[in-house]
């Protein structure tokens, strides 16, 4: 028979916000989080008390809670030259385009490599570093014997930040960021077909010249807009991250209260805050390397920008090269909740990618829609933005799918 909590989820009245019960609770811990201890840079002061907050919050109702050590954390690092480096190229593999076309596969090897190798290198750099943090995990042990474990996951640690806090900059950087895949990809497609045309001769010049023109034209205005949004939104400063990502950790938190006093049958869950996710998901891949974490009965719920907008929507795949998220649980998601989309995160990526690329079942659910989205990773992420309605869009959407998950292994 189900709890009064989990009856009060089915039966509770919108509230003036037009959040149930679960979005009200979710709000209120974001902006203990975001609003009341604000930045939260990885192994910072900051970080640290927001630690200490939810292992206050677990520990009220979870048993038991647990600080996993995660050592050896990179240093900030602005990823600008990076990013300048890739422009740069850009610029001349395009000025030549029609002469030499490999010099676009090239840069098409290097896009994909260089930025995995930087990480590797300040990874395995930062081994002897003595910056440090933790993971949070608080238990929730299921009524009957357990035969599998959901991990209900969130990044506590927010990003450096820009300076840029208005809506029309950012959406114009997100747009062009977004398509920097897909014409890299278009070159490559053309490069290719220019170097066969080298020797069937097929193709007029003038049209390699056009193509060259345009190719070069757009990476001019790209490097252009990119080197004066770095200029304008420098900054040393982390962003107080309402969105991203203290959303996701206050509905990690709610849930962890609402399945504590309704616990599922089957299902040992563990409610995880992870640290230095904006750092190159430090914290998770720590998580997975040190737990054993069985593949066919593990899986992963990761909430990542879940506090805005008026879309929920789970993620296909995300990361270069991507990884697929689960499909089962992406149908869990979609049965909770209908409207829900599905999208690739070509040039994203969040916790779940270190559980995928361990073949463990993973997802990764956020909010989209509205210029609130958009001020992630800068000092305008407050909790102006924050909607109680979206964070109970998605505790709910994680709260059905779980209840189906151990109906499914209750029937079995």
């Known amino acids: 028979m189900a709890s009064r909590w989990s009856e009060a989820l089915v039966t509770v009245g919108e509230t003036r916000d037009g959040a149930g019960t679960l979005g009200t609770r979710a709000y209120e811990h974001v902006r203990a989080l975001a609003g009341k201890i604000g930045p939260r840079g990885a192994a910072t002061p900051g970080e640290r008390q927001a ?15 647990e600080r996993q050590p995660v050592t050896g954390i990179p240093a900030p690092m602005a990823f600008s030259w990076l990013v300048i480096t890739g422009l740069v190229l850009l610029l001349l593999v395009t000025a030549d385009f029609a002469r030499a076309p490999w010099g676009v596969l090239l840069y098409a090897a290097l896009f994909f490599v260089l930025p995995r190798v930087v990480s590797a290198v300040r990874k395995r750099a930062a081994q002897g570093s003595p910056r440090a943090s933790d993971n949070v995990i ?3 042990t299921p009524t009957s014997a357990a035969q599998a474990t959901v991990i209900v996951c969130a990044h506590l640690d927010s990003a450096r930040a820009s300076k840029l806090t208005g809506a029309l900059w950012p959406r114009v950087h997100r747009v062009l960021q977004g398509a920097w895949l897909q014409v890299v990809l278009a070159l490559v497609v053309l490069a290719a077909l220019r170097w066969v045309d080298f020797y069937v001769g097929l ?24 080197l004066i949004y770095m200029a304008m939104g420098r900054s040393q400063a982390y962003s107080p991250g309402a969105n991203d990502n203290a959303s996701g950790c206050g509905v990690v938190l709610a849930l962890a209260e609402a399945f504590a006093a309704d616990p599922p049958r089957h299902l040992a869950l563990d409610f995880t805050l992870f640290t230095a996710e904006e750092l190159g998901l430090i914290g998770s891949e720590r998580y997975v390397a040190e737990n054993r974490l069985a593949q066919d009965c593990t899986f992963v719920f990761n909430l990542d920008m879940v506090g805005t907008g008026d879309e929920l929507r789970y993620a296909r795949g995300s990361g270069l090269p991507p990884r697929r998220t689960s499909r089962r649980l992406n149908d869990l998601l979609q049965a909770a909740e209908p409207a829900i989309k599905g999208q690739w995160y070509w040039m994203g990526n969040s916790d779940s990618f270190s559980f995928a690329k361990k073949g463990i079942p993973s997802c990764w659910l956020a909010t989209h829609g509205g210029a609130s989205e958009l001020v992630y990773h800068t000092l305008g992420d407050t909790m102006d933005h924050i909607k109680p309605a979206a964070l109970d869009r998605a505790a709910r959407a994680v709260w059905q799918a779980v209840r189906a998950l ?4 209750h029937e079995r």
């Open 51 to 65: 630690q200490d907050y939810a292992v206050e919050t677990l520990g009220a109702v979870c048993q038991p809670v």
């Open 203 to 226: 193709v007029p010049v003038t049209i390699w010249n056009m193509v060259g023109a345009v190719a070069l034209g757009y990476s001019v205005f790209f490097a252009s807009f990119e």
């Open 406 to 409: 151990d109906d499914q292994l």
């Open 138 to 140: 608080g238990h929730v």
